[in-house]
């Protein structure tokens, strides 16, 4: 739709500039569920997919757009209806958006909504008569219409629009992304297995021939709902250490294992979908995880001390480089809604959390005399990594040579020069493949030593278990207080096994 908007401007005289805003790797909302640091979105949870995929991407883009043009403001367009949902409509209004003037928003941005007062209807009739050719558009919207048809079952053919009359089926389907929470959500019944969704939309295109390459990720979506309950699933350490010393322990993101599962299911996704792809002679027409992203997850989680080095590359060869699948599971069992228990707050640090190294310093390059050293803050602290760009980014050339040419050395090497998680972490940076943002040196310290007493206290394995961790956390520090702190909030466990 955006070329032939190009192509529409380009016939009639039209100044058109096409933009595309993507999110950056510190907005990717897969990398960041893959890599530990966050849960999918379902509807109880907020929309921080959202804002990851769409909204911060669109306000990096236009923050550069106003750099560009000098100051001047910026208008942007809003597709929103009133009568899209009760929450749509009381959110436009305190906005005060308008079809006909340009206003202000809480950013102090100038948004316009030319469609807000349109029915569903109107929509509809709008873009069945430009198919039908009774109005000239810069489109005739017919793969639109289609998409749409098939978000309905088929039962939403608007060729009827050319008598001039709207249907009366309601083509309302909203979609979201494939693997879509916060508007497609499973639910768990009391057999364990998964209800219908509120929104049928993907379910209902892959009953079609056409859309059946999507199956696959019909049932990630399912999998990946029918799992988030599972507290042993979860991850039950924080990422940030107290300033007394503690750490809490609640379930702040999926488990390493968990996370695991998921990056060889949607490997083994991307490599079928690429082998079909080859098989009709078209492009791949999706592709969830690239090179740069494989090494962002391996980058993070290793940051956090969460996996083995290098785990997401590990994979990554064993499924694209060594035949190995691992298809999404038909029919898991699904765990329902629950309430975890109020997080508690257990010693985390040692003597040696404050340690020189033992942060954002890279102790192989220090020892070799190599390390590139910032200077940050008033103490004049000492980082190791440069002085970083303008986002955390991973180098696309850097990562596609760093699979073809150092993957197998590294990995082949990995438990003998990679012990600590932490190590392949430094490695990518004195690679080059992965840059850090400028200022956030210490708040990659700060994850750094966390890291690093994950791994002295040995809890990478036993991260989803809550009673494990006081215990070894109990036991580090002596605290008997730490040992005695299951009263019974932690059943639930014993419960769903």
Known sequence: EMAKMVDYANAHGIDLRVDVATPNLSNHYLVQILAGRATANLPENGSQCSQMLKV?????????????????????????????????????EARRESALSPVENAQGELILSPIMDWSIDHVFEYLGSAKAGLIAAYSNFEDLLELYRGFNGGACELAVYASGKPPRTGCS??????????????????????????????????????????????????????????????????????????????????????????????????????????????????QL?????????????????????????????????????????????????????????????????????????????????????????????????GGGGDEFRVDVEGAELFIGFEMDRVLDNRHQNFTCPTAAAHYFLRLGTVSLHRGGHSENERMLRVANQIQRHGLREILNSPDALLERLGRASNDEAALTLNDGQWDLFAVNE
């Open 56 to 92: 911060a991407p669109l306000t990096r883009q236009k923050k550069r757009l106003r750099r560009q043009f000098d100051g001047q403001r910026i208008v942007t367009l809003l597709g929103t209806r009133l009568e899209e949902s009760d929450t749509r409509r009381r959110n436009m």
């Open 173 to 286: 389907a909203r979609s979201g992304c494939s693997i879509c929470l916060r508007s497609s959500t499973p639910r768990a019944d009391e057999r364990g297995g998964l209800s219908e969704t509120k929104d049928e939309s993907l379910n209902n295109m892959i009953k079609e021939p056409r859309y059946f390459y999507m199956r696959g990720l019909a049932r990630l979506r399912d999998y990946i709902a029918a799992k988030h309950y599972d507290p042993n699933r979860r991850n039950w350490i924080a990422r940030r250490c107290n300033d007394d010393g503690t750490i809490n322990i609640s379930p702040v993101a999926y488990s390493p294992e968990h996370c695991s599962d998921l990056i060889k299911m949607i490997m083994t996704l991307d490599v079928e979908e690429q082998e079909a792809a080859d098989e009709l002679g078209i492009a791949p027409r999706f």
């Open 289 to 385: 995880l690239r090179p740069e992203d494989v090494v962002a997850i391996d980058f993070i989680s290793n940051r956090y001390g969460y996996t083995e080095s290098f785990n997401a590359l590990f994979w990554y060869r064993e499924i694209h480089h060594r035949g190995k699948r691992f298809p999404v599971p038909a029919n898991p069992k699904a765990y329902p809604k629950i309430e975890f228990p109020p997080q508690i707050a257990a010693r985390f640090a040692d003597s040696d959390y404050d340690a020189l190294f033992n942060g954002l310093r890279d102790l192989d390059a220090a020892t070799a005399g190599a390390e590139q050293l910032v200077t940050k803050g008033p103490g004049g602290r000492y980082y190791s990594g």
